[in-house]
């Protein structure tokens, strides 16, 4: 069996709140990264998975349960790991050769041996000859080569790396993987194993040898297994796409919440949707597409097509199904009737059908609406949705959940947002009383 | 997600290029510069020393002649400097130490938020009182005196600009460096204060203009019976002012000047160079400041093997100390993880019995100050208190008219400076110098010119405050104008906007966060003035006029310091207020709906 290096028993992350409930990131889990494997960690954004990542390192504290390092607890090991970072984090007042020899001159590493261990891995990602550039000089896929360099040069056990390709173009990106790879399977680098978060189920593919899917609400591991493909894996083979489809379909899933997580103490139920964070612009286009291919088509395709992540693709979907403008199964999304009559609409139409669909299934908007008219002045401030939110969602999520509530309650001419007083107020009506209140919003322009 | 550009082999090898090869004209020559200008380092520090050691001059009469001039300004640049370093370190100090203790954060930043509205100039005489009576022979107590006032007057906004900046460091950098284990020193010498870097200097010229301004006020000021004299510029030109010397006041104002343009060429603009590089930005934008100073230094062989023979090694050295100690404390953490714990627990005990110890005795001495300042102010009359009120009443309307009028004329010169980049070569660098000539410098002099005509001291005052306070609202102004989208002119053009509809819906909603920004500064900046610009003594007569400001300048002359403490709490009371009622609403209001983002 495999030496565990990392082992992460029953840990979980929670924000505690105000009041008594408190906002899950992720619950109770258990997971353990052995010598000589890659890990590929996937998961839809809001599962928790660079939150995972930073306990697995040490840089962040579970708030519940315990990570070992070589069975001791993390805290108190000398652990030697390192992080190739999304956004690179490179400092950019240091040079190439000075962001990598940081990393050695923290260890006290003296100043010649420093210098040689940093060109020799400078060579070894291609950037021998930029060693007194700044970072700032190169491009994304060189930065994050010296990001590779600063990862490697210390020698790390795990080497770590979140979203690592992600801010790349598609080339590149491409280009970094495989000579990543290359380095790791001929072992030029004395790494003993390798972690990625990724969003990118075709990089999952290609470089695990296991791969995990976490859910959320709150992060919970989905599924956990082995990558057997043999190396250098083929995108075009049949057990490559057939291991990518069978990921869509358990991202794509309806999250059926196992019992077994309760969201909050105190049995209090769930009550608001997750509105997915999309424009009806989005909605529309991608309803419009999905006419385009016969009303049925994969999701996956349909991402392609529009050379979009899934990622950004999932939350367009998930609104859609929310309205009832689609249904979802196995990974292919299938219009409905009123989400074709949806699409071949002109835009007043579109307004109707969208604002008859969110008054229809979502909570939220049906609250505000009723709210309105209930008061006598036609007008609600932020503030009471947003508490009541809050005992649900985080401060963030709240605040995001709100911004789309907003921007569909706008669309669908349901009520309009004064930004100003922060209070949700009736539409103004085409015959104009309020010139103040027209300018603020651009949807205004479209009635 | 944006993604950055191809790498332009072009350009990328010509910077490299740039990088490694390195020009050198006139090595001998700018070695020798760089001895010269260590050698006079050398002199002016042991001239300084027997001066401030020597023993104190009671009398110090100002010399009008111009030949003074050399030794007077250069007094007044090192009490400058020394504040300004003082300011320095005391500014990273105070904003690490917010930034990263939990416990006190909350507390010092609300302190900082206070001492930045206390008009400083109320301060003069307690300080001055405490430092000569610590060093009663010497000359240093009265200048230490003016420096730690000059400090008090410049560190406050350093220190905010530091802790902020440590707040905002991305967080996968501060991670990056937890990862990599950076020891504390690592982290601010290589994270930490580069990020800052460029906020510290910006704010570090703000803080020696102010620097200026107070320094002219405090290096001549009666106290009682006491008259304390500096020599300096200050006083040199306050002296000329009062005797009415038209010749050597022109004299002070050339030297002030050339003082001025000197710091700008010497220190700012190669500082600006330096700094260009802790720029967090992830392309190289195009324009650059560029020194023939900073050049010299960079390319001195002199320094680099200075550097190279000292700090190097030591460096060296401490770093790997550092790393020792670290790799220590972890074996010993895992070697006797419990019996360890204990220890740490007891120690942290007695950790918090000491501070417990220390937090009572400030928490009495704090009480027993406070009581004895409640008791002296029991000692004003209630005529008095009017009094003051009626002046704190007559300054609020002095203070908002010279923000009307500085924003008047400033909101078109600005937007015109602003829409017309030719414009703006031409007239930011003239109004940058005339803004950093402080105006106490010029306040006797403008006032000898207004009481020729028949002016008073209610005009005067007003004038000082817009002199001391426009260049903040136009230079904020500036800097929005020029924010304004182009395309957003272009829609404006296009649609044929009136004049008066462009003003309404495009300029001034653009402006309208600079604008905030630079009337908050403005503000305070006029309400601090007004203890200068409310009492003037002229000639051997005193020139005064209803006001907050002339009660706590009077109050210094007579040395009633109830009247002086009464004073300036309102006059920081009416400060913080206007800037928590009125200030910081409009601030947050231009920050959420006239934001433009790009």
């Known amino acids: ?447 | 997600m944006e993604i950055p550009g191809d790498l332009n082999p072009a350009r990328g090898r010509e910077t490299l290029a740039r990088a490694q090869v390195l020009k050198r004209s006139w090595p001998f020559f700018l070695d020798l510069c760089v001895a010269g200008i260590g050698l006079a380092c050398f002199y002016g520090v042991v001239r300084i020393a027997t001066y401030w050691f020597g023993h104190a001059q009671p009398e110090i009469t100002i010399s009008l002649s111009p030949r003074a001039l050399p030794l007077y300004a250069f007094y007044s640049v090192v009490r400058i400097g020394l504040a300004y370093a003082l300011s320095l370190v005391f500014a990273v100090g105070y904003g690490y130490l917010a930034a990263y203790s939990r416990r006190l954060e909350a507390l010092m930043i609300a302190g900082l938020d206070i001492l930045q509205s206390i008009p400083v100039l109320s301060f003069l005489p307690g300080v001055m009182l405490a430092m000569v009576a610590l060093f009663p022979t010497r000359q240093i107590g009265v200048e230490m005196g003016a420096i730690l006032l000059i400090f008090t007057g410049q560190v406050w906004n350093m220190a905010f600009s530091f802790y902020s900046s440590i707040k905002s460091i991305p967080r996968e950098l501060n991670e990056a460096a937890t990862i990599y284990r950076f020891s504390r020193l690592q982290r601010l010498v290589q994270l930490e204060l580069p990020y800052a870097a460029i906020g510290l200097v910006w704010n570090s010229m703000v803080s020696v203009a102010g620097g200026w301004f107070f320094l002219m006020a405090c290096e001549m000021f009666v106290l009682g019976p006491r008259d304390f004299r500096l020599p300096g510029l200050g006083s040199y030109l306050q002296t000329a002012a009062g005797t009415g010397d038209g010749v050597a006041i022109a004299w002070g104002l050339a030297v002030m000047v050339a003082i001025i343009v000197a710091t700008d060429q010497l220190i700012w603009r190669p500082v600006i160079g330096w700094s260009d590089k802790f720029k967090f930005e992830q392309v190289e934008s195009g324009a650059r400041v560029r020194s023939p100073i900073l050049r010299m230094l960079r390319q001195s062989t002199a320094l680099r093997e200075l550097s190279g023979k000292t700090l190097a090694p030591l460096n060296e050295r401490v770093y790997h100390w550092l790393a020792e100690r670290r790799s220590r404390r972890i074996e010993a953490l895992a070697a006797e993880a419990g019996g360890e714990e204990l220890k740490a627990r007891r120690r942290q005990w007695e950790f918090t019995l000491l501070r417990g110890w220390a937090l009572v005795l400030v928490a009495v001495a704090v009480i027993y100050s406070a009581g004895h300042a409640v008791m002296l102010l029991r000692t004003v009359t209630g005529e008095q208190f009017l009094l003051i009120l009626k002046g704190a009443g007559a300054t609020f309307l002095r203070v908002n008219l010279s923000l009307l009028l500085a924003a008047a004329w400033t909101i078109p010169a600005g937007v015109a400076i602003g829409f017309n980049p030719r414009l703006a070569r031409i007239a930011q660098p003239v109004a940058q110098i005339a803004a950093s000539v402080p105006a106490t410098a010029l306040f006797p002099v403008l006032l000898l010119a207004l009481v020729r005509v028949g002016g008073g001291l209610g005009i005067g005052s007003i004038a000082l405050m817009l002199l001391g306070t426009q260049w903040y609202i136009l230079f904020n102004v500036i800097a929005g104008a020029m924010a304004i989208p182009t395309d957003l002119r272009e829609v404006a053009t296009l649609f044929r906007f009136t004049r008066w509809q462009r003003w309404k819906t495009l300029i001034l909603p653009g402006i309208f966060p600079y604008l905030i920004t630079g009337m908050v500064t403005a503000s305070g900046g006029a309400w601090n003035a007004s203890i200068v610009a409310e009492y003037f003594r002229l000639k051997n007569q005193t020139l005064q006029t209803l006001g907050l400001g002339a009660q706590i300048s009077a109050a210094t002359d007579a040395g009633q310091f109830q009247i002086l403490l009464l004073a300036t709490i309102v006059m920081a009371l009416m400060v913080v207020t206007i800037n928590r009622l009125v200030w910081r609403p409009l601030y947050r209001l231009g920050e959420t709906r006239y934001k433009l983002e790009g």
């Open chain 1, 1 to 447: 069996m495999a030496l565990q290096i990392i082992r992460a028993e029953r840990v979980e992350k929670y924000y505690a709140q105000p009041s008594e409930n408190r906002i899950q990131v992720i619950a109770p889990t258990d997971l353990s990264i052995e010598s000589g494997e890659i890990v590929a960690l996937l998961g839809p954004s809001g599962s928790g998975k660079s939150t995972l990542l930073r306990m697995l390192t040490g840089l962040s504290e579970p708030s519940g349960g315990e990570v070992y390092w070589h069975d001791k607890a993390i805290s108190t090991a000398d652990v030697n790991v390192s992080i190739v970072f999304q956004s690179f984090a490179l400092f950019p007042w240091l040079t190439v050769l000075e962001n990598v020899e940081a990393a050695l001159k923290a260890r006290g590493m003296d100043a010649a041996e420093r210098r040689r261990r940093s060109l020799k891995i400078l060579d070894t990602v291609g950037l021998d000859g930029f060693q007194a550039a700044y970072p700032k000089e190169l491009s994304g896929g060189m930065r994050q080569r010296v990001g590779f360099a600063r990862a490697l040069v210390v020698e790390p056990e795990v080497l770590f790396m979140d979203e690592p390709f992600s801010a790349l173009d598609v080339l590149t990106a491409e280009n970094l993987r495989s000579e990543l790879l290359e380095l790791w399977q001929k072992k030029t680098i004395p790494t003993r194993s390798i972690f990625i978060v990724t969003h990118n189920i075709e990089e999952a593919v290609l470089l695990a040898d296991r791969i995990i899917v976490l859910g959320r609400n709150p992060g919970h591991v989905r599924t956990d297994f082995k990558v057997k493909l043999e190396h250098p894996r083929d995108r075009k083979a049949s057990g490559f796409t057939q291991l990518v489809d069978y990921i869509y379909k358990v991202l794509t899933q309806p999250d059926a919440q196992p019992p077994a997580l309760p969201a909050t103490p105190a049995g209090r139920r769930a009550h608001y949707q997750m509105l997915p964070h999309a424009r009806p612009g989005g909605i529309a286009g991608l309803l419009e597409l999905l006419l385009d291919h016969q009303g049925k088509d994969d999701i996956y395709r349909l991402a392609d097509d529009l050379a979009f992540e899934i990622d950004d693709l999932l939350p367009i979907v998930d609104a859609a199904r929310l309205l009832g403008f689609l249904t979802v199964t196995e990974g292919d999304a299938a219009i409905t009737a009123t989400g074709a009559e949806y699409a071949n609409s002109e835009i007043l139409r579109q307004k109707e059908l969208f604002r008859i669909a969110a008054v229809e299934n979502v909570l939220l908007l049906r609250q505000i609406v009723r709210a309105i008219e209930a008061k006598s002045d036609r007008s609600v401030p932020e503030e009471f949705f947003h508490d009541m939110l809050d005992e649900q969602f985080s401060e963030e999520e709240t605040v995001r959940q709100l911004e789309t509530a907003i921007s569909w309650g706008r669309y669908a001419e349901l009520f309009d947002f004064d930004a100003g007083r922060r209070r949700f107020i009736q539409p103004a009506k085409l015959s104009v009383e309020d010139e103040e209140e027209k300018t603020e919003s651009p949807e205004e322009i479209d009635a």
